[in-house]
């Protein structure tokens, strides 16, 4: 036997319309209230202290370049790890490479802290003033696999400073 489907020229019906809407509304006032970042915790904090400068090979294990001392507090109910960080500056003539102290990732505990060394190595450290930028990337997963999460910005204006990073 062969169904038949039966057409009209009216188009669609009300009632087929409103079935439909019966169907679709409950599934989208059930899914747009979740956030994307619901299971991410709170967002960590890093508070930077003042930057040095860090001479020849007078502040070991800094070794010319600039040093930005900071505390990166973890706030969430979760285990944070920071496992990259890209320097940014905006200053010509100075290539900086990284040396972050302690060596990445770095691991702070749920509502804890550490303390923690931006270290930016150069072949130079000129007494110059500019800022020194940092984008941090971090996650709940030590591999670096938990991608997300928006990097945090650390900006620290460097100033033309005599070498005190050995104090």
């Known amino acids: 036997m062969v169904d038949k489907v039966a057409t009209t020229s009216e188009g669609i019906s009300r009632r087929t319309v409103t079935k439909a809407m019966a169907w679709a509304l409950p599934a989208i006032a059930i899914a747009a209230p979740?956030?994307?970042?619901?299971?991410?915790g709170d967002t960590p904090t890093i508070t930077p202290g003042a930057a040095c400068?860090?001479?020849g090979n007078s502040c070991a294990p800094i070794v010319k370049g600039y040093s930005v001392p900071a505390t990166v507090n973890n706030p969430s109910d979760k285990t944070i790890y920071v496992t990259a960080i890209v320097i940014n500056v905006n200053t010509s003539g100075i290539a900086f490479g990284l040396n972050p102290i302690p060596p990445l990732p770095w691991t702070v505990p749920a509502g804890g802290s550490l303390n923690v060394n931006f270290n930016a190595?150069?072949?130079?450290?000129?007494?110059?003033?500019?800022?020194l930028g940092f984008s941090v990337t971090w996650g709940h997963e030590i591999d670096g696999s938990d991608m997300e999460h928006a990097p945090i910005q650390?900006?620290?204006?460097v100033p033309a400073t005599p070498p005190d990073c050995c104090k």
């Open 121 to 131: 190595t150069s072949g130079n450290s000129a007494n110059l003033d500019f800022q």
């Open 34 to 40: 979740v956030p994307a970042f619901a299971a991410s």
């Open 53 to 55: 400068k860090a001479p």
């Open 154 to 157: 650390v900006t620290v204006t």
